[in-house]
């Protein structure tokens, strides 16, 4: 059981109203880890992972990119910047279609619009490189509302 799952058993009324029942002393459990601190953080982050790296976040990495968040030592545009330009990313080699196919999950969380992939597209076939297409998505409204509704700082690139 994760330490977030168990805190919140621990934690939860229908565990402490068993406990009651049963005539024990029910506890509880606090969690020093930083991806304990704040579940919309720590889902913006795992959104990271699941979405550009194809795979659940370790919990080091958890902690890392969530304690970054939380103190505000890194942005919702660093975070993405340093998840789709590492090398685990590019050594993916998509193409552009599936380089956007991500960009607009992981960024918007939704999936790419015909009108909108298809110009992204063909900016990218005349040469604009995916740095910039990434600090256009990360820069754009649609990302802000995506950040605030994890309640981390977009930042910018």
């Keep these: 059981m994760q330490p977030e799952s168990c805190a919140g058993l ?16 029910a506890g509880s459990y606090a969690s020093n880890e930083a991806r304990d601190k704040n579940a919309n ?6 959104r990271m992972y699941t979405l550009c790296l194809g795979r659940k976040g370790d ?7 969530t304690a970054g968040l939380i103190n505000k030592s890194l942005t919702g545009a660093s975070a993405a910047a340093n998840f789709l ?14 380089y956007l196919d991500v960009m607009y999950q992981a960024m918007f969380g939704r999936k790419s619009d015909a009108t909108g992939k298809s110009y992204w597209i ?11 297409v990434l600090a256009t998505f990360i820069n754009s409204a649609e990302y802000s509302k995506v950040c605030a509704s994890y309640g981390i700082v977009r930042g910018s690139m």
């Design 10 to 25: 621990i934690n939860s009324k229908e565990y402490r109203t068993l406990c009651l029942n049963y005539g024990i002393t």
């Design 41 to 46: 953080i720590t889902a913006f982050v795992n």
């Design 59 to 65: 919990a080091a990495g958890l902690n890392f990119w």
């Design 85 to 98: 330009n590492s090398k685990e990313f590019t050594g993916k080699n998509l193409s552009n279609s599936a």
């Design 122 to 132: 063909n900016q990218m076939n005349r040469g604009v490189s995916r740095r910039n």
